[in-house]
């Protein structure tokens, strides 16, 4: 009765929006949903609003489908997690179909509903958002403090204040600063002495070293949340993680120009020429932590996607779009569309895994990586054929039943059947292995044990699942369905993937993302390189670029500095030089009590900034004073010895740490092992970056526990009788050589006399360990110059 | 409080956010702490507890057998559950419907049901409230201990005493603000994640304590005190002389105090753990001379001596490792439960009637619980093991400004899921805040584009919890 009554009305006309359906959203909606309030930003009596959505940022009603339209599906509410209204009684069966037929007829609203169209959103005026054009160079008074174009536009903006830039630091001081800078090392006691006060010699040559990209690896490593492990009860060793690491370093000593640097991280496999190194570099979408135990399997998959989708929006553009995962961004001109539209992009990766035990897979070029796997094809295929033949032959002593049971598919096993399997499984792998169709597979194993091996995620077709805006965030309540796109509010075109074996989504992201219609990634990196140079970047919020970040003093020199950079191939090394060569590099940290009170922050850049060495830095100068760094470079994680008690909070202490010795341990910080859920006690005192996810700068402290580490603790305990006997051995017995010889090797200067005679009052009393101690936890040991 | 916002900060603010220090103060005031990252601060609002207790019982306690009296279970034991509810965790064999071994009586004046597990803290019924309606989302301990901890079940989000410690600061900076301590067996799984400052400042974080020997990492130092001594009185020479010709960096003068402080650290925590001048009668109070309860007994006895030196948040865990060395009663839920209950029982009621007798009870907020609860039904047959139960489970608050001798919520008849006045993990957060006087809608930190919260986009107070 009921039913015929709907098939009735689905013939009926069209209803009519003031009589039928305004009242009745007037009674059920407007309340929550009207002119007055709109809970989730939804406003249902305006046919733009309605399209729109509200903060879900998927349309509360698809005009001509009804099936298809949120609003449809909130009200029948046959899912108990999408139920409007939320109180008194559900909308009965005739009302649900009076919106479905006004819906299937195009939802259509009278002229005068939106009294307001919607204006467009001043949000897109935002300076980020704009193509970089590089503006001219402006003019200054004191054309003589200008040796580059940095500097024209950092004295500009001071002498409109009146202004002056500090004076330059003295020429060593200046060397220490570049050396910590581009190095993380203190320069050697010949290397300050073959120093004729040349800076710019002195750059190319520091930039040459090795040593360079051991130190802004990390800077790298930071934003892509690098660790060596996964987190969470097991917290695995990620397999051959460790090369991605030291791709990043020999990237940046090969000054690997960043555009490619980026297209090689995102989609390295979609490369014509992809090697092993480029497959190597696209262990970037794997090196968050992920539980292999979820809590909800369904829903896992999305958090996985989402790290990577809220890492690269923020390290490479400078956008929180991971906040629009479950409703358009709260502030920024960001929509869930944009979202899942990058979500399309990135959803046909998988994670190669045997259950819990995550697994790597062969590198090199095309063809050896195509042989690889057909050696694996083929270990399967002859494994699988010797099972069959085995079970149907005769050889076998297990029983019929038992054979046939194996033989049957897994899923039409009767309940008999299953135990069978069950209590035979060993006897028949024992069988198995003893056949000698292993001995073929060995060899072959034996050769593709031959090629190397790396950790990335795998593309495995040419058509990754269709992605669709999940409603609130939620794995199962699907909406709209999206293609692979780039943000639009900064992405005009659509991408036009090419695919091949793989999607070749990701390429296409990645070309757009590093081509000149994006306006971000080049003045985000540029950005992220002046912050790492000067402590500060010129927008202090380095990952976040949208309307909610800082807005920069100097925008003109940001977009300036990009251009040049995209000009000159995106060279690192070539920016590195430029900011080097730079007298606003070379000021002095002095300060100024006139511009301090002014311009606190140094937004203007008066002077050069205050920092302290960040871990890794003060470690390994440590060990470059003492004389006993390792300089070996890359390869597998190092463990340093810990505190033991540091391993009474994990749960297994046991087994979870073994210590190399102390010479095998002594290499610079970057290679030491990024254990999530143990990190090394003294690199985390001195605020190592957290790991859970991007991370764009250090913080910096000075508490007790800290203090009590480095004042206290095994390693620089150890460093300081290394250090003390390096002196002996170097600046003999005399107690003032002694103290020279310190503060030369840990601070490039000579003490002062009131500082010669504190020290050689303590000698008096005291050993020169402990002096070595003191000198290693000096304030000016753990600050540049 | 509102961290500042990376736009709208100065580097003054900065540095007085991240330095440890006092900005802008000079060597004049080197005991000055104000500004300083863990100086004292206002709550919120007007609140009677300053600091707060969290007995973590690792491994997710059995709600049905200590404080969820089922008398339907028993009536129902040995049939199979058929309910609509997904019993036990990642593919466990469910056996039967399996009631409590342990006798149920009502406590006090209150009539508080808790059964026999706990005849010590029992005693005190009256002063506990428990929730017998929590609920969570994982199943799983790692995700589980994470949500517990710090509001969500992914790693890296500042931990509750974390939030608490950026919140009220600490009274005593001689001391670790935030003080863990763990189960001689092992950390809970996750390990530091569990007491993280995530995103904020490393000072937040939780420090490991440790109940004998030196509490702290490197708080020996490695020569005689008049050597260490003589040393850094030289590095602070050395460096106030440094100091000269950088006067307005208050980032390196902080470094100086930290030093210092550290100094006298060596001297606080060190007495702190020396229970050797204690008297024979409070040993054998908190079981310090039994071997079962020992350890959890020093631990309780150290957590009063913490709390009276003004420490703001102390979390003890009881169970380390894995499955039966924790609560994570799998195989045998009875003898596990009767062993850790046994643990912690009697050192619990020790520290509760210390506190009282102290009059620390009226500063201080108690709370105990798991990651979880346990199902209701044995996990495979035949064996008295239980599985994870997410859906519904037990947890306590007691002292300050807490309402005590009632129950609020309740499970389903058999003990399964929270079905009345349900407490998810997140009001509980924000009912321990509120409790502390901060509000978790407006104890938020900045960070990557969002005021982050303890809470996330939940939580409501639950405010039958509050006297």
Same mark, same amino acid.
């Given at each position: 009765m009921a039913s015929a009554f709907l098939f009735l009305l689905a013939f009926a006309a069209p209803p009519d929006f003031d009589r039928e359906i305004r009242p009745l959203l007037a009674r059920r909606c407007l309340a929550c949903h009207g002119p007055t309030m709109q809970k989730s930003h939804l406003r249902l009596d305006q046919r733009a609003s309605v399209l729109k959505g509200g903060e879900s940022g998927v349309p509360a009603v698809e005009p001509g489908r009804s099936a298809a339209s949120l609003l449809v599906r909130y009200v029948e +509410?046959?899912?108990?997690k999408f139920v409007m209204p $939320?109180?008194?009684?559900? %909308?009965t069966a005739v009302e649900v179909d009076l919106l479905k037929r006004w819906i299937d007829a195009g939802a259509p609203y009278p002229a005068n509903a939106d009294a307001s169209p919607a204006a467009p959103d001043p949000r897109r005026a935002h300076w980020a958002f704009q193509s970089v054009r590089q503006p001219a160079v402006p003019g200054v008074k004191d054309k003589s403090w200008v040796r580059t174009p940095i500097d024209a536009f950092v004295l500009a903006k001071l002498e409109a204040r009146g202004w002056r830039p500090n004076p330059p630091a003295a020429p060593a001081q200046l060397q220490r600063r570049m050396y910590f800078d581009i190095t993380g090392l203190p320069p050697s006691l010949p290397e300050q002495r073959a120093f004729r006060g040349d800076l710019d010699a002195e750059a190319a040559r520091l930039l040459a070293s090795p040593a360079y990209g051991e130190r802004w690896a990390r800077h790298w490593l930071d934003l892509v949340r690098y660790a060596d492990t996964n987190a969470y009860e097991r917290d695995a060793l990620k397999p051959q993680v460790w090369k991605y690491r030291d791709w990043v370093i020999r990237a940046l000593n090969e000054d690997k120009p960043f555009d490619r640097f980026a297209i090689e991280q995102l989609a390295g496999d979609e490369l014509p020429d992809s090697d092993a190194g480029t497959l190597l570099a696209t262990g970037y979408h794997r090196l968050g932590p992920w539980d292999d135990e979820p809590a909800n399997p369904e829903e896992d998959r999305f958090d996985q996607l989402d790290d990577i989708i809220s890492t690269t929006s923020q390290a490479f553009l400078g956008l929180t779009l991971g906040c629009a995962r479950c409703h358009n961004h709260k502030f920024e001109p960001l929509l869930t569309r944009d979202y899942y539209s990058m979500l399309a992009v990135f959803n046909g990766l998988e994670r190669p895994r045997k259950d819990r035990t995550e697994l790597d897979s062969p590198i090199g070029p095309r063809a050896v990586v195509g042989r690889a796997a057909a050696m694996e094809t083929r270990i399967d295929t002859l494994r699988a054929g010797f099972r069959l033949q085995w079970l149907r +032959? *005769?050889? *076998?002593?297990? $029983?019929a039943a038992a054979r046939e049971a194996f033989l049957t598919p897994g899923n039409m096993r009767t309940e008999e059947q299953r135990k069978l399997v069950k209590d035979n499984q060993k006897t028949l792998d024992a069988e198995l292995k003893a056949a000698p169709v292993e001995t073929e597979i060995a060899a072959i194993r034996d050769e593709l044990e031959q090629t190397p091996r790396g950790y990335f995620m795998v593309e495995r077709s040419a058509v990754p699942p269709k992605t669709h805006i999940l409603i609130r965030g939620k794995a199962g309540a699907l909406g709209p369905g999206v293609e692979p796109a780039a943000p639009e509010i900064v992405a005009a075109k659509p991408l036009r993937p090419e695919a091949g074996s793989t999607s070749g989504r990701r390429l296409a992201f990645a070309k757009w993302m590093t081509s000149r219609e994006n306006p971000l990634t080049a003045r985000v990196i540029v950005n992220r390189v002046w912050q790492w140079h000067f402590g500060e970047g010129l927008v202090r919020t380095p990952s976040d670029f949208g309307v909610m970040g800082d807005k920069p003093e100097h925008p003109e020199l940001l977009d300036w500095l990009a251009a040049w950079f995209m000009d000159n191939g995106w060279s690192l090394k070539k920016l590195h030089t430029l900011i080097l060569s730079s007298n606003t590099y070379r000021m002095a940290k002095t300060s100024n009590a006139e511009y301090a009170a002014a311009d606190p922050e140094n937004r203007l850049w008066w002077r050069f900034p205050y920092r302290r060495l960040e871990a890794e830095a003060l470690l390994d100068s440590t060990l470059a004073v003492s004389g006993q760094l390792n300089r070996e470079l890359y390869g597998p994680q190092v463990w340093p010895a810990i505190q033991k008690e540091a391993l009474e909070g994990s749960s297994d202490p046991g087994k979870i740490w073994q210590p190399f010795d102390e010479k095998k341990a002594s290499r610079r910080a970057i290679y030491y092992i990024v254990k999530r859920s143990l990190m090394v006690p003294l690199m985390e005192a001195l605020d190592f970056c957290d790991t859970a996810r991007t991370s764009a700068r250090r913080l910096n402290t000075a508490v007790a526990p800290q203090a009590l580490q480095l004042f206290n603790g095994g390693f620089v305990n150890r460093q300081a009788s290394h250090f003390a006997a390096r002196i002996r051995s170097e600046a003999g017995a005399d107690p003032a050589a002694q103290v020279r010889h310190a503060w030369q090797l840990a601070l490039a200067r000579e003490p002062n006399a009131a500082e010669t005679g504190k020290m050689l009052a303590f000698l008096r009393g005291s050993s020169l360990e402990e002096l070595a101690r003191v000198v290693l936890n000096l304030n000016e040991f753990a600050y540049t110059n | 409080m509102n961290s500042p916002t990376p736009t709208k900060r100065s580097r003054r603010d900065f540095v007085w956010q991240t330095g440890g220090g006092f900005a802008g103060l000079a060597l004049m005031d080197l005991e000055a702490r104000a500004g300083s990252l863990l100086a004292a601060r206002k709550p919120h609002f007007p609140a009677k507890a300053k600091r707060a207790v969290f007995l973590f019982m690792n491994g997710g306690p059995s709600q049905i057998d200590t404080f969820d009296y089922k008398p339907e279970l028993t009536q129902r034991n040995g049939q199979t559950y058929k309910g609509p509810l997904a019993v036990g965790s990642n593919n466990r064999p469910v056996g039967y419907l399996m009631q409590s071994p342990f006798e149920f009586r009502r406590r006090g004046q209150s009539g508080l049901w808790v059964s026999d597990l706990f005849p010590h803290t029992s005693k005190f019924a009256d002063d506990l409230c428990v929730i017998r309606s929590m609920y969570t989302d994982t199943a799983a301990h790692a995700s589980g201990c994470l949500q517990m901890n710090t509001g969500s079940i992914f790693i890296g989000k500042p931990s509750m005493g974390a939030w608490t410690t950026y919140g009220l600061g600490t009274d005593n900076e001689s001391l670790p603000a935030f003080v863990v301590m763990t189960d001689p067996r092992g950390g809970p799984i996750g390990s530091a994640s569990n007491w993280t400052a995530g995103f904020m400042p490393a000072a937040y974080q939780g420090t490991l304590f440790r *109940? +004998?020997? !030196? $509490? %702290? %990492?490197? %708080?020996? !130092? $490695?020569?005689d005190d008049a050597t260490q001594r003589r040393s850094l009185g030289l590095l602070k020479e050395l460096n106030e002389q440094h100091l000269i010709d950088h006067k307005d960096e208050s980032e390196l003068a902080a470094r100086i105090q930290s030093y210092e402080l550290a100094y006298r650290m060596q001297t606080e925590a060190l007495g702190i753990v020396d229970l050797d001048r204690e008297t024979p009668e409070t040993r054998a109070r908190y079981g310090i001379d039994a071997k079962l309860t020992a350890d959890f007994g020093r631990k309780c006895l150290i957590t009063r001596r913490l709390l009276e030196k003004g420490v703001r948040f102390v979390q003890l865990y009881s169970g380390g490792g894995h499955i039966e060395d924790t609560?994570?009663?799998?195989?045998?839920c009875i003898t596990n439960h009767r062993l850790h209950a046994g643990e912690t029982d009697k050192p619990i009621a020790a520290l509760i009637e210390d506190l009282k007798a102290g009059g620390l009870w009226d500063e201080t907020v108690l709370l105990w619980g798991g990651e979880f609860g346990r199902t209701p039904t044995s996990e495979g047959i035949g064996k008295p093991g239980r599985d994870h139960d997410w859906h519904g489970f037990s947890m306590w608050l007691a002292g300050a400004g807490v309402k005590g001798g009632q129950a609020i919520g309740a499970t389903d008849d058999l003990g399964f899921a929270a079905v009345e006045d349900r407490v998810h993990v997140s009001d509980l957060h924000a009912t321990l805040l509120h409790l502390l006087g901060l509000d978790h809608t407006k104890l938020t930190w900045f960070h990557q584009g969002l005021n982050q919260r303890l809470t996330g986009v939940r939580g409501e107070v639950v405010r039958k919890v509050l006297a």
């Open positions: +509410g046959t899912d108990p $939320p109180q008194g009684p559900r %909308l +032959g *005769s050889e *076998s002593k297990l $029983p | *109940s +004998g020997g !030196a $509490p %702290l %990492l490197d %708080l020996k !130092a $490695p020569v609560w994570d009663g799998h195989e045998d």
